[in-house]
């Protein structure tokens, strides 16, 4: 059984409307960093750009309040590290090396969605700033009719695992690539993160970036994680939001 790092303050629920929530009122309060909230069960999960994460018990959430020596201004190079995390510990449960990182934060196997990674900040009473790391695994379940298909972690392995066997290993990896983004800083990460790149040198669209969707070729990452985009006029655009999809 892989133990949990002793730097780690564990809130385990039965149920909670959304861990992230949670995790904010928390680090409001003053809660210490790696405080971690997990539940079996959410009734309002949240995904990016405020849409509804489906959230049944034998599915994995948590979120965690971090508060990085590095300035609020690099804490959204954490959508890397964490992915980095989940990405591993898929891998290590259903013993498979190719795991893809669709940017900016998705992990996906067999190009289905098999996570998804909300970051939010806040401040306390001090007004020192935190930042809510949250994480959704699919482990027995995965939602149908999605839009670019999703799978789970028992989809993927003969003998079924669970929440209690993958939480520690999770939680493990994420303090593992964490400190090495703390210690060693984001090209470390963006270097391992690009191994594992979905799509990288592919065309892509880019819906939800101003002023228009966009298409090109998807050539990398920035040094601040921006996704690379070589346009038909031979023109590079850095990108900071959009949803990317292949065409």
């Known amino acids: 059984m892989v133990s949990i790092p002793e730097r780690i303050h564990l809130l385990e629920l039965d149920v909670v409307d959304s861990t992230n929530r949670l995790a904010r009122e928390l680090g409001v309060n003053g809660a210490k960093p ?46 890397f590290v964490i992915s980095l995390a989940v990405a591993d ?4 449960v259903t013993n498979r090396s190719i795991i893809g990182l669709k940017w900016p934060n998705d992990v996906l196997v067999n ?46 392995i003969l003998q079924k695992s669970s929440v209690k066997t993958i939480l520690p290993i999770l939680i493990r990896a994420m303090v593992n690539w964490y400190d090495i983004w703390e210690n060693s800083g984001f090209l470390e990460i963006r270097k391992q ?7 990288l040198g592919k065309r892509i669209e880019i819906v939800g970036m101003a002023p228009k969707t966009q298409e090109g070729i998807y050539t990398g990452l920035s040094k601040d994680g921006r996704l690379v985009l070589k346009k038909d006029n031979g023109e590079i655009e850095l990108v900071s939001a959009g949803t990317v999809t292949f065409v």
Do not use: C, M
């Open 34 to 79: 790696w405080t971690i909230v997990h539940a079996l069960e959410q009734t309002a999960g949240r995904g990016r750009k405020k849409n509804d994460w489906l959230s049944p018990r034998g599915n994995l959430f948590l979120s965690a309040i971090l508060k990085p020596i590095n300035g609020p201004k690099r804490w959204s190079e954490l959508s």
């Open 89 to 92: 510990t898929v891998a290590v």
């Open 111 to 156: 190009n289905k969605k098999i996570s998804g990674i909300l970051l939010e900040t806040g401040s306390n009473a001090k007004k020192e700033s935190y930042l809510v790391v949250g994480v959704g695994l699919n482990i027995a379940h995965s939602p149908k009719g999605t839009r670019y298909g999703a799978t789970s972690i028992n989809e993927l």
């Open 193 to 199: 993160w690009l191994k594992r790149a979905h799509g």
